[in-house]
Each structure stands twice: as C-alpha cells, then as structure tokens.
C-alpha cells in the first residue's frame, strides 16, 4: 500500500519551454502533497506543500510563478517549471501524506529534470 | 543552528558489525520522527517512525529522546545492501506542513 507515483521519469528539454510533472497516489487519497527538490549530494530540499482544492504553500525563495503547482484532485498534483533554464535541472520528487495522525511522507521515484 | 542536524558520515563499518546514528532537532514542539533511506539517484523510502516508546523492526531499532531532542538509529548485523544515505525526519507541528529533513548521514558497508 501507500504507493505514489510519478511521470516522467525523466525528461531533457531546451531551455525557455515549459515541463509539467504529475504525482499520483495509487492506493490512497492524498489530501497533501509535498514537491521537493534535490541537487546531487544535496539534501531534499521542501519547494511547497499541495492541498487539494486549495492554493499552494511555497517556501521562502520558492518562485511560485516559476513553479505551479496544481492539486486537482485527492489523488494527483502536478508540478510545472515554466520557461525552464539549466539551473532548473535538478531531481524533483513528490510526495503524499496518508493523512493519519503521524503523516508518514510516500514518495515518489522522483522525475530528474535536464534543461539544456 | 539547524532545525534537524545529522553527522553526514560517512560512516564506513564492516559487514556484520553494529552502527549506530543521531540525530538532533531544535524545535521542542516537533511531533512526529521518522528514518528514511535514500539510495544514490533514488527517492527516499520510509524505513521506520520513531514512537515515544521505541521501536525495532528486525535488525532496525529507533529511539526518541525529548528531553535530549534527539533521534537514534541502530542497525545490527550490518548488511552490505544496508549501504545508502539516511535520513533523519522531524514533522515540527501536529499538521503536516512543517517536515524538515535532516541532510542524510552516509552509510558504506564493507565486505
């Protein structure tokens, strides 16, 4: 159980176009949805904390016109670096809460990101 | 200070033998902890919560100090597939909007 996954896995594209990354939680409702991201040797790094229904929360430095962040439903969000640039290209890995009293955090394989 | 801080390692120990991790956290208010595994490339992967009381899991057994403000992490009969960073996560607040990640403490088993 508590599976959450993501598409794609992988994708490169040319700086300045837009890249959308869908999270999904198979067999749950996931009322919360958190994007990180990961430079290599880095830590994970908290970007925002989806809702469903509601807008989302973006930590500080997190430009929330650069990353939008739908939550549409209880089982999907997604993530969509606009006009990417090659900084942009790190790791991205979703994750999903269970909701129960102790949030355990599933995550996602991760999609890794290379704008050229 | 960091909010959650961990020893980055890595820590390199021969298969079979016992290691053992800390981490600390800042927030007295945090409310729920928990040890994931990162492999290289790979996402996380929730290897245990840490209740109150402890709690093992096999060859895995976390530990909860409040009054220290510090996790634990003991792995015995080491393994080589044990081998990955570990990370050390603190849910500062009774909602899930606050979850700090410690920065991962390497661990390399040697045959």
């Known amino acids: 159980g508590a599976v959450v996954s993501q598409h794609p896995s992988w994708v490169i594209c040319k700086s300045g176009t837009s890249v959308k990354i869908e999270c999904r939680s198979l067999?749950?409702?996931?009322?919360?949805m958190f994007w990180y991201r990961q430079f290599p040797k880095q830590s994970l790094m908290l970007m925002a904390t989806?809702?469903?229904?509601?807008?989302?929360?973006?930590e500080q430095g997190v430009e929330k016109d650069k990353f939008l962040i739908n939550h549409a439903s209880l089982t999907l969000s997604t993530l969509t670096v606009t006009s990417a640039h090659p900084e942009d290209s790190s790791f991205y890995i979703c994750?999903?809460?269970?909701?129960?009293?102790?949030?355990?955090?599933?995550f996602g394989p991760g999609t890794r990101l290379t704008v050229l | 200070r960091k909010e959650v801080e961990q020893d980055p390692g890595p820590f390199n120990v021969p298969e079979g033998a016992t290691v053992a991790f800390n981490c600390t956290y800042s927030?007295?208010?945090?409310?729920?902890f928990f040890w994931y595994r990162q492999d290289c490339r790979k996402e996380p992967k929730l290897l245990m919560s840490?209740?109150?009381s402890g709690n093992e899991d096999g060859r895995f057994t976390a530990q909860l100090n409040r009054a220290s403000q510090y996790i634990s992490l003991l792995i015995r009969d080491s393994k080589l597939s044990d081998s990955a960073t570990y990370l050390c996560?603190?849910?500062?607040?009774?909602?899930?909007?606050?979850?700090?990640f410690g920065s991962g403490t390497r661990l390399s088993i040697r045959p």
């Open positions: 994750s999903a809460s269970t909701g129960t009293a102790y949030n355990e955090q599933f």
């Open positions: 067999d749950f409702q996931a009322t919360t």
């Open positions: 989806s809702n469903e229904g509601s807008k989302a929360t973006y």
């Open positions: 927030n007295s208010a945090s409310q729920s």
């Open positions: 840490v209740y109150s």
């Open positions: 996560v603190v849910n500062a607040y009774s909602s899930a909007s606050k979850i700090i």
